[in-house]
């Protein structure tokens, strides 16, 4: 690689040295890619929505239900033992399959074995144990998740990281149709035991995927230092479970804030006598629209304490204090050697390039106040707009084949703000169910691809030795801002719905609602306190707001895209 290349670690395949799209998506490794995202999705939906579904069956409460999607905690913080999966190897089965292979192979019997826990739980009668399994197999499948991104990125030119992140996504989708209105169905017929019974066979499709998955390229593990010094095996014990406590305790500030759940520190707090304390944090923690601030807080102290636990001893080199100082910093120094003067600005385009996607988190609200039933909303989102959604996953892995890693993200970046307004155009319409379909189709379309462009793009961003560890940290933060400026969106359509509403400055939207069907915003007044005509043009406002804030990843892409240098084919990563 060019020394230029090297200082911005990103290799950018020409389009014309790119192969063509049967080549490329009938490749073994894309083939393999698409069980093994099936196996990811699979346990996520199964711990997540069905498993909500399956304890409202049982009769508990929603507040006890809600707790139960602390399970899925482990996605956000899978970046805490991401170094273990790099640097660690299985006994006998590292020697058998390779690196990746071994540890995918471990994650997914754990994973089977614990849906397969699941299906002989009873939420009647043990309800811990099945939180117990769910918090194991949570754990299980984020492991699977940090070990199927490295193989993928490890296995792959950069020029077939679309087409592997497209087979990705369209396996996990497919996960979601079967751990989702499958497991459902079955649910029905056979009950919910035999149901997870079930959905932990269709875990051999990923087991089967692993075996014919080829191995990644021989394996350099960056090791440590040897000439650490020992300080006897009872205080480097002591050290290691200090280490580790506050390891957990930062895991979960920092977990607590990206869930926007404090169920478990409130707990906590409550066991050491502080119950007050406990019930006052909890309520804060979600409040309306302050509440995101404390999240932050809670983030950003928990990576301070995090960066605390793994912070060597000064003048004093333990073996504790160099190894977590080594798996969290190296990676962490190697991206910023790596990319120079560029790494901020390329942490900032992966953290606000869905920013606009991010802020639409009222939408089904808006269908509903535009007049669409609940039927209407559900056929919509969840049965055809898995369609469009597929296929913008789908160009979007052909568009990085074809054109190139750099000009597809920017054109992501610039086509997710200007699509956002096609809901300004739907505002408009009434309760239109071929509009309805229209905006959301477009919508889907446009999301999909740009989705795939940044999980090559971040994938690209990966080196040899720290592969895990970093993709599962952009993974993990990618989302953050877009929490804070979400946490706004109500806010804002009301504010601009009364600036709107009589002769207020705003007013003059109201000409655009002047055809508009009487059915669309009927109950305004009643939810939002202002007339129809108001209430949907503060939806037009807040729309067009959406689309502005993704200025921010259109100018970032393209800084960032001219400091990137283009190079011939890369290979796949000695990682």
Same mark, same amino acid.
């Given at each position: 690689?060019?020394?230029?290349?090297?200082?911005?670690?990103?290799?950018?395949?020409?389009?014309? @040295?790119?192969?063509?799209?049967?080549?490329?998506?009938?490749?073994?490794?894309?083939?393999?890619?698409? =069980?093994?995202?099936?196996?990811?999705?699979?346990?996520?939906?199964?711990?997540?929505? $069905?498993?909500?579904?399956?304890?409202?069956?049982?009769?508990?409460?929603?507040?006890?239900?809600?707790?139960?999607?602390?399970?899925?905690?482990?996605?956000?913080?899978?970046?805490?033992?991401?170094?273990?999966?790099?640097?660690?190897?299985?006994?006998?089965?590292?020697?058998?399959?390779?690196?990746?292979?071994?540890?995918?192979?471990?994650?997914?019997?754990?994973? *089977?074995?614990?849906?397969?826990?699941?299906?002989?739980?009873?939420?009647?009668?043990?309800?811990?144990?099945? @939180?117990?399994?769910?918090?194991?197999?949570?754990?299980?499948?984020?492991?699977?998740?940090?070990?199927?991104?490295?193989?993928?990125?490890?296995?792959?030119?950069?020029?077939?990281?679309?087409?592997?992140?497209?087979?990705?996504?369209?396996?996990?989708?497919?996960?979601?149709?079967?751990?989702?209105?499958?497991?459902?169905?079955?649910?029905?017929?056979?009950?919910?035991?035999?149901?997870?019974?079930?959905?932990?066979?269709?875990?051999?499709?990923?087991?089967?995927?692993?075996?014919?998955?080829?191995?990644?390229?021989?394996?350099?593990?960056?090791?440590?230092?040897?000439?650490?010094?020992?300080?006897?095996?009872?205080?480097?014990?002591?050290?290691?479970?200090?280490?580790?406590?506050?390891?957990v305790s930062g895991g979960?500030?920092?977990?607590? =804030?990206?869930?926007?759940?404090?169920?478990?520190?409130?707990?906590?707090?409550?066991?050491?006598?502080?119950?007050?304390?406990?019930? $006052?944090?909890?309520?804060?923690?979600?409040?309306?629209?302050?509440?995101?601030?404390?999240?932050?807080?809670?983030?950003?102290?928990?990576?301070?304490?995090?960066?605390?636990?793994?912070?060597?001893?000064?003048?004093?080199? $333990?073996?504790?204090?160099?190894?977590?100082?080594?798996?969290?910093?190296?990676?962490?120094?190697?991206?910023?050697?790596?990319?120079?003067?560029?790494?901020?600005l390329i942490l900032a385009?992966?953290?606000?390039?869905?920013?606009?996607?991010?802020?639409?988190?009222?939408?089904?609200?808006?269908?509903?106040?535009?007049?669409?039933?609940?039927?209407?909303?559900?056929?919509?989102?969840?049965?055809?707009?898995?369609?469009?959604?597929?296929? =913008?996953?789908?160009?979007?892995?052909?568009?990085?084949?074809?054109?190139?890693?750099?000009?597809?993200?920017?054109?992501?970046?610039?086509?997710?703000?200007?699509?956002?307004?096609?809901?300004?155009?739907?505002?408009?319409?009434?309760?239109?169910?071929?509009?309805?379909?229209?905006?959301?189709?477009?919508?889907?379309?446009?999301?999909?691809?740009?989705?795939?462009?940044?999980?090559?793009?971040?994938?690209?961003?990966?080196?040899? =030795?720290? *592969?895990? $560890?970093?993709?599962?940290?952009?993974?993990?933060?990618?989302?953050?801002?877009?929490?804070?400026?979400?946490?706004?969106?109500?806010?804002?359509?009301?504010?601009?719905?009364?600036?709107?509403?009589?002769?207020?400055?705003?007013?003059?939207?109201?000409?655009?609602?002047?055809?508009?069907?009487?059915?669309?915003?009927?109950?305004?007044?009643?939810?939002?306190?202002?007339?129809?005509?108001?209430?949907?043009?503060?939806?037009?406002?807040?729309?067009?707001y959406s689309g502005l804030?993704?200025?921010?990843?259109?100018?970032?892409?393209?800084?960032?895209?001219?400091?990137?240098?283009? @190079?011939?084919?890369?290979?796949?990563?000695?990682?």
């Open positions: 690689m060019a020394d230029d290349n090297a200082a911005t670690g990103v290799s950018e395949p020409p389009p014309a @040295a790119a192969p063509g799209p049967l080549a490329i998506f009938m490749d073994r490794r894309t083939l393999v890619m698409l =069980g093994l995202g099936f196996g990811a999705g699979l346990p996520n939906f199964l711990i997540f929505s $069905t498993l909500s579904a399956w304890l409202r069956d049982a009769g508990l409460s929603l507040a006890v239900i809600s707790f139960f999607s602390l399970a899925t905690l482990a996605y956000s913080l899978k970046f805490l033992w991401a170094p273990l999966v790099d640097r660690t190897s299985i006994p006998g089965l590292t020697a058998w399959l390779g690196h990746r292979r071994s540890w995918m192979l471990a994650a997914q019997v754990a994973v *089977t074995a614990g849906i397969i826990a699941l299906s002989i739980s009873d939420p009647k009668r043990s309800l811990s144990g099945l @939180a117990l399994c769910a918090v194991l197999t949570g754990f299980a499948s984020a492991t699977q998740d940090i070990v199927v991104d490295a193989w993928r990125i490890e296995v792959s030119e950069a020029n077939r990281q679309g087409a592997m992140a497209t087979a990705y996504q369209w396996g996990y989708r497919i996960a979601g149709i079967a751990a989702g209105a499958g497991a459902l169905a079955l649910a029905d017929r056979i009950g919910w035991n035999l149901s997870y019974g079930v959905m932990a066979l269709l875990m051999t499709v990923a087991v089967i995927s692993v075996f014919g998955a080829p191995p990644e390229r021989e394996r350099i593990i960056r090791p440590f230092p040897e000439n650490v010094g020992r300080s006897g095996p009872a205080l480097e014990g002591l050290e290691w479970l200090a280490r580790l406590a506050l390891l979960l500030l920092v977990g607590s =804030g990206l869930a926007a759940n404090a169920n478990i520190l409130a707990q906590i707090l409550s066991g050491i006598g502080l119950s007050e304390f406990a019930s $006052t944090l909890k309520a804060a923690w979600v409040a309306k629209p302050n509440g995101v601030w404390l999240q932050l807080l809670g983030v950003l102290a928990g990576f301070g304490v995090i960066a605390a636990a793994a912070w060597p001893i000064p003048r004093v080199s $333990t073996r504790p204090g160099v190894y977590l100082s080594r798996a969290f910093a190296e990676p962490l120094a190697d991206f910023f050697m790596r990319f120079g003067a560029t790494a901020g385009l992966i953290c606000v390039y869905r920013l606009s996607d991010f802020v639409l988190n009222i939408m089904t609200p808006f269908y509903q106040d535009l007049g669409f039933t609940d039927t209407q909303i559900g056929e919509a989102q969840k049965g055809f707009g898995l369609i469009p959604s597929m296929l =913008g996953v789908l160009l979007g892995g052909l568009s990085v084949a074809r054109f190139g890693l750099m000009r597809s993200l920017v054109t992501g970046a610039f086509a997710l703000p200007i699509a956002n307004t096609i809901f300004a155009w739907l505002s408009t319409q009434g309760p239109n169910f071929p509009s309805l379909l229209t905006a959301i189709g477009i919508d889907n379309i446009v999301s999909g691809y740009a989705g795939t462009c940044l999980i090559a793009y971040m994938s690209s961003l990966t080196s040899a =030795g720290f *592969t895990a $560890t970093q993709y599962a940290l952009f993974s993990s933060l990618y989302s953050l801002p877009g929490k804070l400026v979400a946490s706004q969106s109500g806010r804002l359509v009301e504010s601009a719905a009364r600036a709107a509403s009589g002769g207020g400055k705003l007013s003059f939207l109201r000409g655009l609602f002047t055809h508009t069907p009487a059915t669309a915003f009927a109950h305004a007044m009643e939810k939002s306190h202002v007339d129809p005509k108001a209430l949907g043009s503060g939806y037009v406002v807040f729309f067009f804030v993704g200025v921010i990843s259109m100018a970032l892409a393209v800084i960032v895209a001219r400091r990137t240098p283009t @190079a011939g084919p890369s290979q796949p990563s000695d990682a």
